[in-house]
Every structure is written in C-alpha cells, then in structure tokens.
C-alpha cells in the first residue's frame, strides 16, 4: 500500500556542512557500547569512539574528523550520545587501499571492521549488527525503497555505481551463497554482474512494503531457524567502495529532506550522524513539527538539537496532532486518509496528503480480522504471530515464522490498525525476547 | 464545541485517579470520546495513523443496518395492518411499526450498554464499541411481537455470558447478538414459536406463520412467490425480511471494506450449492418445491450471511479458513432448515455452530503455514549436510 503524502524531494541536491555530529548507541540493536574515547578526545574520521561489550571486535569510529565534546547518558548512566564537533580541515585514518578481488577472506573483513564501516551491515533474524565470525547463507541489499517520501537510490547513486561495484565485490568475499539486489523493473541502476556471477538481480513491482529487504527474503531465499542472512543500505555499498578505493572512512551519504512542514524538500549532501538543526532549512525552524529521522512509518522522532540515525536516509518532518476533533469518527471525512472506504477521501483517489501524528482513535481490543494480511505480502500470519509475542510463546513464534521479519515488516499493519496498537513495538519486543533467551 | 471541550477539560480531572468521581472514569471516557476524537498523538514507530478507528467501524456498519431496518418498521405496519384486512399509507404503516419497534430498540441499548459500561469500570477499562453495532442487531431478529422484557432478558444473557465473561469485545466466542435470539428460542419456545409474534396485533382468524414454517407443515401453496420474498413483504423478524434491503447493506459493508466478501460470498454459495443437492434429490416436498435461489431470499438467511457471520471476532480470522467458514454457515443452514422440522430458522444454529468450529478451521490453517516452513527448514537443512 502505498500512502500518498505531501512534501517528495525535488531531485536536487542541497551542499549541508554541520559543524556537529553524534554517534548514538541506541540504533544498534543488541549492543553494549564500552567508550574508547573521553570528552576533550581528538579524533580522525575513523577513529574508534566505541566497541561492542559482547564483542570487541566490533567498533564504531566517527564520521568526522574533530573534538569530542560531550558524552550524552540517561537514566542508569546508559549511554545516548557521543558528540563530536567537527575541525575544519577533515582528516581521516588511513585503513590502506586495496582492490577487494585479491584479497582473502579475513582480510576483507578485517578492513571494513577496523575503520567502523562493518555495522553497516546488519543480520536478520533480530536486525542486529552481524557478526564478523560468521558467514551468512546469503547477503541482501534492496536498492529501492518503497516507503512513504523515500529517497530514489536511482537518482542518488547514478555517479556512484564505480563505488558501487567496488563494494560489490568485497560483499562477495564474505558469503559463500549470492549477493541477492533488488530492484524495480524501471531501475536506471545498472550493475555489472559480469564479473560476477554469485551477484543476482531480482526485480519487484508493487506498491509498498515491496523495497522493504524482509519481504524480498521472504520471497527470494526466506530463512530458517539457525540461518543467517546480512543487509544492507546500498549507499553503504558506496561507502564500502570507497574505503577499498581510498582507505578512508568517508561517511559523507545523501539523504532526503521530506515531508508536509519542509519548505523546499529536496536531497541533501550530509555526513552520517549530523545534527538535525544543521539540516533544516531556517525558516522551517518550528515546534509544532514532528521531525523525524527516517520516513513516516518507521523512523525515530528526533527534537531539533538531535542527530539522524545511523541507518536513516531521509528526514522527515510532518504536523504534530494534540487536538481534539468534535464527533469527528461521524464525519464524512473528505480529508482523511484511510485504506478502508469508510471516509469519503476515496472520492479523491489520486490526491496527496497533508498526515499529522493524531492517532485518530484509542486502543482497543483486536477486533478486525484480515486488515494485517492485506499490507504484509509475506507466507506468515501476522495476527497469530502478534497474539504469540504478546504471549511470550517462543515456541509458536518460531512455528509462525519470527525469525524472517523484523518490525519495519509490520509498520503498515501498525497503521492501518483499527484497534491502534504498537504493533512495531510489540515486534521489537518479541525478537529481544527470543534473542535474550538464546544467548 | 470549544465550549463544549473547555466543559470536559475542566471536569476531566474529577473522573481521573483521586477525583472526586473516580469510580464513573470508564463512563466519562466514553462519552467524551464518543463527543470528541481523543487527541493522542503516536510516539515512536510509526508516525502517521489511518483515520479509522474502531468507532468508525461500527458506524459503518451501523449505517449498513439502516436500510433493514427502516424496511423493518415499515413491515411491521404493513403485516399488521394486511392481517387486519387494512391496506393504508407507507406513512402510516410506518408510523406504526416505529410504534412497535423504537421500544425493542431503546431497551436493548438501554439494557446492553448498562452492563458494558458497569462491567467497563469494574474492569478499569474503556468502554469498547462492539456494543453499538448489536443493539441494533437484536431488535432486528426479534419478532415484532416480542415482549419487551423478554428483549432485555436475553440481551443481558448475550452481553453478560456471551461476551463479557470471556473478557468483553474481541474475546467473544458467540455472536452476542445471535446468542440473544437463541436465548429467546430456548428460553421461551411457546412464546416466540408458531404464528403468534411474527405479525404485531394481528387478527385472530389471520395465519401469522412466516413462510418458513408454512413450508413446516407443508402449506407450500402458501409460500409468496420469489419477488415478494426478495422485496420482504412477509412476515418475520423485523429486519430479516427485505433480502433487496439487506443486500443494499452489504454493497455498504463489502465497498467501504468493513465486511469480508470472503465469508459473506462463500455463505450465498453454500447455501445455493445445499439448495440444489436438495432439488436434485426431492426426497420429499420441501426439497422438492423450493427452489435452491428462493432458499436465500427466505427466513434470516440473507440478513445472517451479511450482518452475523462476517462478525470478524466470532469468525474465523485466517484468509482460507473464512472460505471454509463461510461455505460451511450456508451449506448447514439450509441442511437444517429442510432436514430438521424442530428448527425452521437454521442459520441462527448453523452460524452458532461454526463460531464454536472457527478456532479450529483457522488452526488447521495456521498448522498448514507451520508445516510448510518446517519442511523448507528440513530441506534446507539436509542441504547444508550435503554441502558440509
């Protein structure tokens, strides 16, 4: 399904220099960040600000080049953000370049995970940074997304395929099965298999979730209990091309600025991890705005003085609710979105829309059946592998399939919901629970 | 209305904890929700909400009643005043059957929505809306005759043991409306059997049976033909009668997509496919007479196919298993209307009965899906073997 907003990013592209940067811990799921640096700290771009408790291998460096300034923490001392200001020339670690077809293995993986790039690539089932020791049955990589205002990788990536084919084949050297790229039959991406062969284009029509990376598992290699599958951003794929062209971490991505309450919203040339406020243009400065980082279904809401998300390419800002409406579920409703036909928006079937973040309703209990099945093309039943979450029944969560999906895979069920549950949440919640009695 | 929300924000805060009237909080909530659309915002995941919510929903399918329902009115004058020999105006047949029916419906909300409101605040809960669609449901398969205490009596039974003992709206295992007529049909058979209550007032030499239990006792000549029981002008329960009214509510249901073509069609075909097998065989002259289209225009079988078995709580909830479901309710309910002479009405039992099996259906089902990915993990497993 694909909902229809106002605020798409004109394909131009927009010069941001922040001046700060933060790394937040919180966007990896699973990982218990041990600080390697201190306020006051130098650093290079690709330096390492932190590592992975249960696994020192994996380390997060920074974007950029410049002063540590503040190390953010919350309740019981939990780390939040390590800012960072940037210096005014950039300098970056030297990790050496190399062409990625001539060397092993080991060695692959040993570059990307020194120079912090190897969080880009994350592991289903649980969506959690994948882990180094392992190779994964097959690696995925969605090179469109469907979601509500997404970026067009097609138009962000159409000088970058050099970069692209680069990663291309250092990804190779890390699964023995195929690098599976999704794309649309429309695509202007054209990728260079020749060279190899285990690198397999699959093309998906539909409305979305059809870019969402769980659902093209789903229909091309779905995973069973003990696999493991890796997926990534195809941006990273530029990313990691870089660091084997360069030796240098370069964090530098394009992203979208979206949405009803953005003036001007276009493609921004940023650094991972920038602060919000530098982002947005000034006169879009207002509090009434819910800006987030990510689209509208699955993103993160952010204040201005926040970072964007490690994994979000896009920005987001749309009308925060907070009103009442009088008699408002009588009302013949011409303005209103909703997939069911129960508002006379379905008088105007091509029209945009102007969404804010009014729930529109309470919870309730689960009442509807079928609505789910209509928005989540995969072979699971998602109203029966819900009630298992909500029961702590792992059993019946694997039977019914947890291990293929993670939350963003139910973000559309969680909006068309009648009953209006956190159904992402609930999800989220389930994956932890199985993962924390795994280990 | 600003004035109106200024009144609730500054009494808001006596219904909350510690207010002064704490106890009626799940009251308040109802009405103030019911006056306003709460302004909750989302917080994280996702960020913008179809506008429907659940009171949205049973609007619809409110207004999906609408037109059996005035048609019901209407008939109940009509019936009337043809028993008495009278033919007079829509209006004044109207006027009439308002007379009979308004009552049955304010004691039904009256007596459903007391029990969900007090067993709402007992619970802590907020007062859900499944209650606003089967208030209007009971009345319309009641006899126009019905005693008004005999309403409120099964209708508490149907909210209290149908429903809220298993935990209120969502957790039902019957249809409360449903459970409220076969209430009445067990509780009270002499009552609401036979030709008394199908016509309200009638003359005493005028026959009063709907034409299902003229087909009981084999007065087949005197089943109207198929256009006045398509357009409803025979007896029954108030808003059984008219299929053309009912079917307007289903256009209504199937369009804005609050009901599921996947149950209601199946129910149609079902039942048409256990008209003919009786047809072809005429064993007797029930088979023989009816046709298998005029099965569907008679009794409570078209109002039961769009209003009782699309219920998506009592109904099975997976893709297949509602096929199944559906196909199962039409297919018994004419199975025993003709076989059975205890129960002229079958749907009411046929749609009861598979309420119970729908768990089981969607369990086979869901065990199918189960299946299929356990035998793809075996494969891949022995794939791996292999590979190793």
């Known amino acids: ?439 | 209305m600003k004035s109106l929300r200024r009144f609730l924000d500054k009494v808001k805060p006596q219904f909350q904890k510690g207010g002064r009237f704490e106890k009626l909080s799940s009251t308040f909530d109802a009405f103030e929700t019911f006056l306003f659309v709460p302004d909750k915002v989302t917080t994280n995941g996702c960020h913008i909400r179809d506008a429907i919510d659940l009171k949205r929903t049973m609007a619809t399918v409110v207004i999906a009643l609408i037109p059996p329902l005035l048609f019901g009115i209407w008939n109940v004058g009509y019936q009337h005043f043809q028993s008495l020999g009278e033919s007079l105006s829509i209006g004044a047949n109207f006027w009439y059957g308002l007379g009979k029916v308004l009552p049955i419906l304010i004691v039904s909300y009256v007596t459903g929505l007391g029990i969900e409101f007090i067993v709402a605040q007992i619970r802590g809960h907020e007062v859900n809306e499944g209650f606003l669609v089967s208030g209007i449901l009971i009345p319309l398969i009641m006899p126009p005759d019905v005693p008004l205490w005999m309403v409120a009596v099964s209708t508490a039974f149907a909210v209290i043991i149908g429903k809220e003992v298993f935990g209120g709206t969502g957790m039902n295992i019957l249809n409360p409306a449903l459970l409220a007529r076969a209430f009445l049909f067990f509780a009270y058979p002499s009552e609401i059997s036979g030709d008394k209550v199908w016509i309200a007032e009638k003359a005493d030499a005028y026959s009063g049976a709907t034409p299902l239990g003229e087909a009981l006792v084999g007065n087949f000549e005197k089943i109207p033909d198929a256009a006045d029981l398509f357009f409803g002008f025979i007896p029954g329960s108030i808003g059984e009668t008219s299929t053309l009214a009912i079917l307007i509510g289903a256009l209504i249901l199937l369009f804005t997509g609050v009901g599921s073509w996947r149950i209601m069609i199946p129910v149609f075909l079902g039942g048409y496919l256990m008209g003919l097998i009786f047809n072809l065989w005429g064993a007797n002259d029930y088979m023989r007479v009816i046709p298998a289209y005029e099965h569907l225009f008679l009794g409570g079988f078209a109002f039961g196919a769009v209003y009782m078995a699309t219920d998506p709580v009592t109904a099975a909830q997976t893709t297949n298993g509602k096929y199944i479901y559906g196909f199962l309710i039409g297919f018994l309910a004419i199975l025993v209307r003709v076989l059975n002479p205890a129960y002229p009405e079958g749907m009411m039992l046929a749609i009861l009965f598979m309420n119970v099996f729908a768990p089981l259906i969607d369990h086979y089902v869901v065990a199918a899906n189960i299946r299929r990915r356990l035998k793809r993990s075996g494969r891949a497993v022995v794939q791996n073997t292999l590979n190793v």
């Open chain 1, 1 to 439: 399904m694909d909902i229809k907003l106002m605020g798409e990013a004109s394909q131009t592209i927009t010069e941001k220099t922040s001046n700060f940067f933060a790394l937040k811990p919180a966007d990896f799921h699973g990982v218990i960040p041990k600080l390697s640096v201190q306020e006051g700290d130098q650093v290079k771009a690709g330096s390492v600000l932190f590592h992975d408790k249960n696994n020192e291998r994996i380390v997060f460096t920074s974007p950029v080049s410049g002063e540590v300034t503040q190390i953010k923490r919350g309740a019981r001392r939990v780390i939040q953000e390590i800012c960072i200001r940037r210096s005014r020339e950039m300098e970056y670690e030297n990790f050496g370049s190399a062409d990625p077809n001539t060397l092993s293995r080991d060695e692959v993986k040993d570059k990307m995970v020194r120079s912090g790039i190897w969080p880009v690539i994350r592991q289903r089932p649980f969506s959690i940074v994948a882990n180094p020791l392992q190779t994964p049955k097959s690696i995925f990589i969605s090179c469109f997304d469907s979601a509500p205002l997404a970026p067009d990788y097609g138009f962000i990536l159409k000088d970058r395929l050099g970069e692209c084919q680069t990663g291309l084949a250092a990804l190779a050297k890390l699964t023995d099965g195929k690098i599976y790229l999704g794309l649309r039959p429309d695509s202007k991406l054209a990728f260079d298999q020749s060279g190899n062969s285990r690198i397999e284009v699959n093309y998906f029509t539909g409305p979305h979730p059809s870019g969402n990376v769980g659902v093209q598992i789903c229909h091309v290699d779905p995973i069973n209990k003990g696999e493991i599958v890796w997926y990534l951003n195809p941006q990273d794929l530029v990313t990691i091309g870089q660091l084997f062209q360069t030796g240098r971490y370069d964090a530098t991505r394009i992203i979208a600025l979206t949405g009803s309450m953005v003036t001007h919203p276009c493609y921004c040339r940023i650094v991972r991890g920038s602060s919000v406020q530098e982002i947005i243009a000034d006169d879009d400065q207002t509090d009434n705005a819910r800006i987030i980082s990510g689209n509208v279904l699955t993103g993160k809401s952010v204040d201005r003085h926040g970072f964007l998300g490690f994994y979000d390419h896009q920005i987001t800002m749309i009308p925060e609710g907070k009103y009442h409406e009088f008699l408002g579920w009588g009302l013949p409703g011409f303005h209103k979105y909703s997939t069911s036909r129960t508002f006379f928006s379905w008088l105007t079937p091509g029209k945009k829309f102007r969404l804010d973040t009014n729930m529109h309703g309470a919870e309730r209990a689960m009442v509807m059946a079928g609505q789910f099945e209509r928005v989540f093309p995969m072979d699971i039943y998602p109203n029966h592998l819900i009630k298992a979450i909500l029961a702590d029944d792992i059993d019946q969560m694997e039977a019914l399939g947890i291990y293929e999906v993670d939350e963003e895979d139910f973000a559309l069920c969680e909006f068309v919901d009648t009953s209006k549950m956190e159904i992402q949440a609930i999800v989220r919640k389930g994956l932890d629970y199985i993962r924390q009695e795994m280990s």
